[in-house]
């Protein structure tokens, strides 16, 4: 078993309007000795914004900005930014995140040269309701029954006069290109799926998503396997490289007579081909067990979303019940040698 200490909680929400209600879910990146956290900030009645926050090392808070770095503007993220994570590709900041209007949670981009000024680049998963992402993926045969749990949002076709679509959250870039070129995960639920292989975001047009839905199955990374994650899973902290592959820090989810229970679980991918998983963990890496990750906004959640290495030591940043932040770690070689004993070709 693995080592994890749990750090603690790291931030708190204040009496700032802006953070009120709860910070949360973390993009996290190194920048030498500090790391920088974009966090999800949320005021009174669930409106989210970006919070900002830099850190002197893994855990000492050097500086909190007291005004959010990003805020809604446009309808499609009327109701809040939510959920960010972010990546540095050559020398452009990748922030991506979830826009909410009150109707739909749809994952979106916005880049950056010095996390100061942003550029947002707009909503980047496809705008589809359930009724005809279930006519492509039909027909290649898939089933629909676990999708269909999910996604047709109780038979609602439409709200508050817009369109009811399905809910593509968690988009998460790989720190590098791959072959060259472009490559993300996102989550349709219950499943994991990657985009690969594309040099802009202005190629992932409608057209685009109808012939990546026709060849779904070719696109589920992870699907939900064991115990802990049986309900559904979604992405976590950005891809870490390492010798073994890419390890994915993401997070598993299951009912239980108190709801749902949100774990932090580990993985490893093919390096060159990130489609291909190589090993995964059979139980989290850590659940929630303080108070501060039993009781909050939400009961019972640890929702891993940025991840750093210090010394050979993973630090791994995360909402702890939904309404604070919270922080593990563990040897980074451990877990990788634990997950190693777990691969794929070793399962029984």
Not at 57 to 75: A, H, T
């Amino acid at each position: 078993m693995i080592n994890i200490i749990k750090e603690g909680i790291l931030l708190q929400k204040t009496e700032l309007d802006f953070e009120n209600q709860g910070v949360l879910n973390p993009a996290v990146i190194r920048d030498g000795e500090f790391v920088h956290l974009l966090y999800r900030a949320v005021r009174k009645g669930n409106y989210s914004s970006v919070g900002y926050c830099k850190l002197k090392g893994p855990l000492f808070i050097e500086k909190r900005d007291v005004k959010p770095l990003l805020s809604p503007e446009f309808d499609y993220e009327c109701h809040g930014i939510e959920d960010p994570r972010i990546v540095k590709i050559e020398d452009i900041y990748y922030l991506t995140f979830t826009a909410y209007d009150g109707v739909n949670a749809l994952g979106c981009l916005a880049t950056s040269k010095d996390l100061i000024h942003f550029q947002k680049k707009g909503i980047i998963v496809p705008q589809i309701t359930y009724q005809d992402f279930n006519a492509l993926i039909g027909a290649k045969g898939i089933s629909n029954e676990k999708y269909y749990r999910y996604n047709q949002h109780d038979h609602i076709i439409e709200k508050e006069g817009t369109p009811m679509l399905i809910w593509d959250k968690n988009v998460i870039f790989f720190p590098r290109k791959i072959g060259g070129k472009l490559c993300f995960l996102h989550r349709i639920r219950p499943e994991i799926q990657i985009v690969t292989s594309f040099d802009t975001v202005e190629e992932l047009t409608p057209e685009f998503w109808k012939n990546y839905f026709t060849h779904f199955n070719d696109y589920v990374v992870l699907k939900p396997k064991y115990a802990h994650e049986v309900s559904y899973i979604g992405g976590g902290c950005p891809p870490i490289e390492t010798e073994y592959g890419w390890l994915l820090i993401y997070h598993g989810v299951h009912d239980s007579l108190k709801g749902y229970v949100y774990s932090a679980c580990a993985a490893l991918l093919d390096i060159n081909n990130p489609q291909k998983e190589i090993a995964r963990l059979p139980y989290p890496l850590f659940v929630p067990e303080f108070h501060w990750e039993v009781k909050g906004e939400v009961n019972n959640v640890c929702f891993p979303t940025g991840a750093v290495v210090f010394d050979e030591t993973l630090y791994i940043y995360y909402g702890a019940a939904d309404e604070r932040i919270a922080c593990a770690s563990m040897n980074l070689s451990e877990l990788l040698q634990e997950i190693m004993l777990n691969t794929i070709s070793n399962e029984k």
